[in-house]
Nanobody
Framework: QVQLVESGGGLVQPGGSLRLSCAAS????????MAWYRQAPGKQRELVAG???????NYADSVKGRFTISRDNAKNSVYLQMNSLKPEDTAVYYC??????WGQGTQVTVSS
């Protein structure tokens, strides 16, 4: 079992940046896949970005070139750097471990 706590969400203007952090309650060294998902009102939860234990990332087409996922096994943390934010990026962002464990989510709102 692993607990995940997200932080870094907030209100940002279009074109701005945010960095989300996900802190795990134990070592993530052995956790194969860490990911960020998001869920907008009235929509299904969707994968934003994932990263394997070897550091190989994958991204949803909608965020390629704007978002970067990274992990720091020494700090038991995963990050999502979000640049060039758009109103359609507005959602609750969730951290996920091995497709099983979820954090409580952090709200990201992109609005002028």
């Amino acid at each position: 079992q692993v607990q995940l706590v997200e932080s870094g969400g907030g209100l940002v203007q279009p074109g701005g940046s945010l960095r989300l952090s996900c802190a795990a309650s134990r070592s993530i060294f052995s956790i194969y896949h860490m990911a960020w998902y998001r869920q907008a009102p009235g929509k299904q939860r969707e994968l934003v970005a994932g990263i394997t234990s070897g550091g190989n990332p994958n991204y949803a087409d909608s965020v390629k070139g704007r978002f970067t996922i990274s992990r720091d096994n020494a700090k038991n943390s995963v990050y999502l750097q979000m640049n060039s934010l758009k109103p359609e990026d507005t959602a609750v962002y969730y951290c996920n471990a091995n497709h099983l464990h979820w954090g409580q989510g952090t709200q990201v709102t992109v609005s002028s």
